[in-house]
T-cell receptor, first 115, second 115 residues
Framework: DQQVKQNSPSLSVQEGRISILNCDYT??????FLWYKKYPAEGPTFLIS?????DKNEDGRFTVFLNKSAKHLSLHIVPSQPGDSAVYFC??????????????FGQGTRLTINP | ETGVTQTPRHLVMGMTNKKSLKCEQH?????MYWYKQSAKKPLELMFV???????ENNSVPSRFSPECPNSSHLFLHLHTLQPEDSALYLC??????????????FGPGTRLTVL
């Protein structure tokens, strides 16, 4: 049973517009949520995170929104740029008192920004 | 070298071979991870090491054998693999803290093909 789901395998957006990537989760024990970006032939790179005590976190063009009651988070990229074309992974982790955290990943959404 | 490096980047092996994947992190982190990404599936956590001690084995078959000689190096020893083990194997590291989110930094991965 998949605990983190990204239901859109792909998304195409015009350059300059807003990209919205969605993620749903089922485990109410998740306390931290992260977005990673992956280019071909590279490992995932950390983009932005949010803890469950917040509902929004912003970093430049990237904003993550968390709706705990709906168990839903989204990543907004505005304005979208061609370099944003990549696969985006949503990940979640329960709070860990021991430190090393177990991330559970979604399947990924391939974002294509069209010029 | 900076960040997380993995060697080899590509590996083709027969089912009777024994091979090893190597990961090295240059970030001073104390937690290291092995993930598996099969085609069209989410990244799956395999093993977690925290201060060289294995803290997680996510029901991984014994034909995969991890080794962590120190906090900077992580190996994945492979023997008698099956074709369905063909996948991208990713290594990651993070700085263990008792509180807060510890984002994981990924290597570029080893693309493994089992014939």
């Amino acid at each position: 049973d998949q605990q983190v789901k990204q239901n859109s395998p792909s998304l195409s957006v015009q350059e300059g517009r807003i990209s919205i990537l969605n993620c749903d989760y089922t485990n109410s024990m998740f306390d931290y949520f992260l977005w990673y970006k992956k280019y071909p032939a590279e490992g995932p790179t950390f983009l932005i995170s949010i803890s469950s005590i917040k509902d929004k976190n912003e970093d430049g063009r990237f904003t993550v929104f968390l709706n705990k009651s709906a168990k839903h988070l989204s990543l907004h990229i505005v304005p979208s740029q061609p370099g944003d074309s990549a696969v985006y992974f949503c990940a979640a982790s329960p709070i860990s008192i021991q430190g090393a955290q177990k991330l559970v990943f979604g399947q990924g959404t391939r974002l294509t920004i069209n010029p | 070298e900076t960040g997380v490096t993995q060697t080899p980047r590509h590996l083709v092996m027969g089912m009777t071979n024994k091979k090893s994947l190597k990961c090295e992190q240059h970030l001073g982190h104390n937690a290291m991870y092995w993930y598996k990404q099969s085609a069209k599936k989410p990244l799956e956590l395999m093993f977690v090491y925290n201060f060289k001690e294995q803290t997680e084995n996510n029901s991984v078959p014994s034909r995969f054998s991890p080794e962590c000689p120190n906090s900077s190096h992580l190996f994945l020893h492979l023997h008698t693999l099956q074709p369905e083990d063909s996948a991208l194997y990713l290594c990651a590291s993070s700085q263990d803290r008792l509180a807060g989110m510890n984002e994981q930094f990924f290597g570029p991965g080893t693309r493994l093909t089992v014939l």
